[in-house]
């Protein structure tokens, strides 16, 4: 009776140590970072090509070893930047060949502006890459496998060549997307519209 009682109690203790572990990842989770950068879906379809908005918009995943990456393959000296609001993502200096298909980097050229989160959607569990100024999805990082004990940080950011825009060493970076853009502004003015307020433009 007592070995019962004990096994109870030591089961009761894991559970709860197990729920205690799950909370901070959940406040973790919705703590994340909101995109300053926030167009309709509208006007993201406008500003990029079928596949860049399926790959950045809606986490698709382009075909491995196909155009864009035997191009990324051919690029020298050059920066990355997010195809849909021109950040700064990756250099050729964290470029590497890692035989995947996709393009790869070993690290972020400006960590600040790549998120990572958690990914646990089709059955995997994974990091995924994005676009910390506008949300775009990048593709994922991986970390304690094979190709990615060889590189510096121990680390492989597996990235859809279609979400990055690349400036040969000495070109001009791509202009930022603005904040305050058009649909910004327009969203503003059905919301105050709709609160019965006049919006003055200047």
């Given amino acids: 009776m007592k ?17 205690a572990e799950d909370k901070p990842a959940a406040a973790k989770e919705k703590a994340m970072p909101q995109p300053e950068i926030k167009l309709t879906e509208e006007d993201w379809k406008k500003r990029l090509t079928d596949e860049q908005y399926r790959v950045t918009r809606t986490a698709g995943t382009e075909r491995p070893f196909g155009q864009v ?13 997010c195809v849909c609001c021109g950040a700064e993502l990756f250099t050729s200096k964290e470029k590497f060949h890692s035989g995947c298909g996709w393009p790869s ?6 960590a600040k502006n790549v998120l990572e989160r958690p990914d646990n959607s089709h059955g995997m569990i994974r990091v995924e890459t994005l676009c910390r100024r506008c949300g775009a999805h990048l593709g994922h990082v991986f970390e304690r496998e094979s190709v990615s004990a060889a590189t510096p940080t121990k680390r492989r950011f ?20 603005e904040v305050a853009s058009s649909a910004v502004e327009k969203k503003k003015e059905e919301v105050a519209k709709e609160a019965g307020v006049e919006v003055r433009k200047p």
């Fill in 69 to 81: 990456y035997e191009e990324f393959e051919k690029q020298g000296e050059g920066t990355y930047y």
């Fill in 105 to 110: 980097f070993y690290d972020a050229s400006t």
């Fill in 158 to 177: 597996c990235i859809n060549g279609v979400a990055l825009s690349f400036v040969p060493k000495g070109g001009q970076a791509p202009k930022l997307l």
């Fill in 3 to 19: 070995t019962i009682f004990a096994t109870l109690c030591a089961l009761a203790l894991v559970s709860v140590s197990a729920c």
